[in-house]
């Protein structure tokens, strides 16, 4: 498959077989993940690879978390489904900022740093993604991890920063693509 083959078949998977992943296959996803480029090559990611009890367990902090919000009569959007998923999903990688993003900044060009270490994580996470279509896998990208964000990271005792989660397994669905805007209606091309 080539890359921009990996490019359009990847779907968000919702819905996974009840089929666990080979170990082997999850190293290539990491390793497609560390491949990434980053600013100064500072390689701004850690994983955390979750699965059985492992992976309940961070499901059930975030499901908690979410009633919490629920109770205190907040908008949850998304959240409760990305948990089920999570649940039902045999793999869950985690990926954390070693670097923190959230803290406050010095100054202007600390803050920009913390947008170069984002986007870092960011090519590493659609790497992951991409390596998965390859590998027949499917994955969803999921960001209501948040909602979770500091108990999950004391949950594991670490000072790193959780950005998101990448739930993987074999999918059971097939999704049609989503819509996207042309690249000629979000693109400006300038000639000389
Ligand atoms: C940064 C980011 C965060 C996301 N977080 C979630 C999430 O928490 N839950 C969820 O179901 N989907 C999540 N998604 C998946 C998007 O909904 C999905 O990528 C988008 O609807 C386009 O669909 P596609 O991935 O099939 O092309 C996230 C995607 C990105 C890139």
């Given amino acids: 498959m080539d890359v921009f083959e990996a490019i359009s078949q990847r779907r968000s ?3 996974f077989e009840d089929r666990p992943v080979p170990r082997e ?3 290539k996803i ?9 600013g100064k090559n500072a390689q701004p990611w850690r994983f955390i690879v ?3 009890e492992k992976k309940d367990e961070v499901v059930d902090i975030l499901e908690r978390s979410v009633a919490s919000f629920k109770e205190a009569g907040m908008q949850t959007g998304s959240a409760e489904n990305s948990a089920r998923i ?4 045999p793999v869950v990688i985690l990926v954390l900022n070693p670097r923190r993003t959230t803290q406050d900044f010095k100054d202007r060009w600390e803050q920009l740093g913390c ?7 960011g090519a590493a996470i659609q790497n992951m993604l991409l390596q998965a279509t390859a590998l027949g896998l499917g994955t969803l990208w999921i ?3 948040f909602y979770a964000q500091d108990e999950i990271c004391r949950h594991f005792g670490t000072n790193d920063e959780l950005l998101a ?3 993987v397994g074999y999918p059971a669905e097939s999704p049609p693509p989503r819509p996207r805007k042309p690249w000629q209606e979000v693109t400006t091309w300038l000639v000389g």
């Fill in 165 to 167: 989660g990448v739930a």
């Fill in 86 to 89: 999570m649940r039902q999903s």
């Fill in 13 to 15: 998977i919702r819905k």
């Fill in 143 to 145: 960001c209501d991890v």
């Fill in 30 to 38: 990491l390793h497609a993940a560390i491949l990434a480029p980053s």
């Fill in 50 to 52: 979750l699965e059985g």
């Fill in 115 to 121: 947008l170069v270490d984002t986007q870092s994580v």
């Fill in 25 to 27: 296959l999850i190293e």
